[in-house]
């Protein structure tokens, strides 16, 4: 849905709607690409389920407030085609686990330590009204990324810029340093933030929040075709207000 080079790009995960209530709001791509602060399991050795990765089961929610993300289909990027999947915990938390526990990330993310933190950070958002869906992003059939899609305009966030209605908000983690530092939360946030603009119509802007100290993941917001709108202090953070507008395109 704040690291750069390490491994998130979006906004600190520590604001988005489904996590426990703040009195105030804080996701992209520093030392990860993306955003808040992540192990057992590589990526590579994350066998795919029989079929391919499915919709979770039902009843998040998630197709009244973020349109079915689930159903989304897959995305073209300069890196390949991606695919959002909602996160099923028996299935990804080992692999989220040990993201979380990266230094890169957890600077960030703050939900290294027992897998159980990493459970009730997710659970939070899956057990919620759907406002905040994460999920598990792969590449081209590699598991490689997380993501939080949120509802900005629901989440605490709103409380500290000018929301519009269905503000859509992006938390976004690269889960190997090996993906880190060569352009791909770039690539893959120019490319879900597209996605998000087609798949909800009533959607006029992708915002995050990344911790400003995440030069990375502003960075990489940047040249995704995002402005740096306003800075924010948040409960947690001082975050870089990004947004792309619907007739917003990444600069060539």
């Known amino acids: ?51 391919g990765f499915g919709r979770p089961a039902s009843g998040t929610g998630a197709a009244d407030l973020l349109d ?26 080992a692999l989220l686990a040990r993201w979380m526990n990266d230094p890169a990330v957890a600077a960030f993310w ?12 997710v659970r939070a958002q899956l057990d919620g009204d759907g406002r905040s869906v994460p999920c598990l992003g792969v590449l081209d059939g590699r598991p490689m990324s997380y993501w939080e899609l949120y509802r ?9 810029y000018p929301a519009r209605p269905h503000d859509t908000g992006v938390h976004l983690l690269l889960g190997d340093a090996a993906d880190r530092g060569r352009g791909l939360g770039t690539a893959l946030l120019g490319a879900v933030a597209a996605l998000v603009l ?12 990344p911790d400003v100290r995440n030069t990375s993941s502003v960075a990489a917001f940047l ?10 202090d948040l409960p947690d953070k001082r975050a870089a207000l990004m947004i792309r507008e619907r007739s917003a395109r990444p600069a060539r």
Do not use: K, Y
Not at 71 to 87: D, F, K, Q
Not at 152 to 160: I, N, V
Not at 223 to 232: I, Q, T, V, W
């Open 68 to 93: 079915d993300v689930g159903n989304w289909g897959e995305v073209i990027s300069e890196a390949g085609a991606l695919r959002l999947v909602p996160v099923v915990p028996e299935r990804e938390l």
């Open 1 to 51: 849905m704040q690291p750069a080079a390490a491994p998130s790009t979006g906004t600190d995960h520590r604001t988005a709607p489904g996590r426990p209530p703040l009195p105030g709001g804080d996701g992209a791509e520093p030392a990860d690409v993306g955003e808040p602060r992540g192990g057992e399991e590589d990526t590579l050795e994350l066998l795919l389920p029989p079929g």
């Open 152 to 160: 900005a305009d629901l989440d605490p966030l709103a409380r500290h």
């Open 198 to 209: 087609d798949r909800r119509p009533a959607c006029t802007r992708v915002v995050a929040e």
């Open 110 to 121: 703050e939900l290294d330590g027992p897998g159980s933190r990493t459970l009730d950070h």
């Open 223 to 232: 040249g995704a075709g995002f402005r740096r709108s306003a800075e924010l």
